[in-house]
């Protein structure tokens, strides 16, 4: 007759139960959502920063502004509004270069770009920009009046009063020869509507000509102006 014991049962495994079962990928999902988070954190910070640090300067420009002669801040507003062609309080790099030229800082273009840089603020997209989302345009920096207010404040402060002079001299000086005769004297003042006598432009001549050559050179110029 047989035997009817049953066979004994396979101890159950503890890993069966993870048998079939795909990996999860939430966490990693999880860590790129994360970091692409800490990436604009990271962009909205350093563009606060920076917002902060262009209004730090402007106090202080205004304050520096405060500094400045009617006149000096005068030729600032008009450098400014000879070249902000289209009358938005903002200019453009080559508006900016010119604007800074005519108050006496020739500046290359390194140096034009920095301060754009630093200090401007993007222009708003056009409406070809807008519509053509294929391509990638540059963004265009603009300079505020109270920006640029601030950095030429700054900037002819910190200027050699003797720099000024001699941009002075040069208006005077006609073809560049290095000293200032009777016909400049004479040009100038009809240039400026002031009227002199022909005695009395000789007179300054003499007055100022300290070598006696019948001319007022670049450093008895200066010396006139320094006195």
Request: one cysteine or more.
């Amino acid at each position: 007759m047989a035997s009817s014991t049953a066979h004994p049962s396979f101890p159950t495994r503890p890993y069966a139960s993870n048998l079939g079962k795909l990996p999860d990928r939430t966490s990693g999902t999880a860590f790129g959502a994360s970091t692409t988070q800490a990436h604009r954190e990271a962009q909205r910070l350093e563009r606060e920063r920076e917002r902060a640090e262009r209004e730090r300067i402007e106090r202080e420009g205004q304050n520096q502004l405060a500094e400045l002669t009617e006149e000096q801040r005068e030729e600032i507003n008009e450098a400014f509004g000879l070249f902000d062609l289209d009358k938005d309080k903002r200019i453009d790099y080559h508006e900016l270069k010119v604007a800074m030229k005519a108050l006496g800082f020739d500046l290359p273009k390194s140096e034009i770009l920095s301060i754009l840089q630093t200090h401007g603020v993007p222009a708003a997209p056009g409406p070809k920009q807008q519509s053509d989302k294929s391509q990638n345009h540059p963004t265009r920096l603009l300079l505020s009046l109270t920006s640029f207010q601030a950095i030429m404040s700054q900037r002819i402060l910190a200027r050699d009063p003797r720099d000024e002079i001699l941009r002075a001299f040069e208006l005077f000086d006609e073809g560049g020869k290095g000293k200032i005769n009777l016909q400049d004297l004479r040009r100038v003042a009809r240039e400026l509507g002031e009227g002199l006598e022909e005695e009395e432009l000789v007179a300054m001549i003499e007055e100022f000509d300290l070598d006696g050559d019948g001319a007022i050179s670049r450093e008895e110029f200066v010396g006139i102006c320094l006195q």
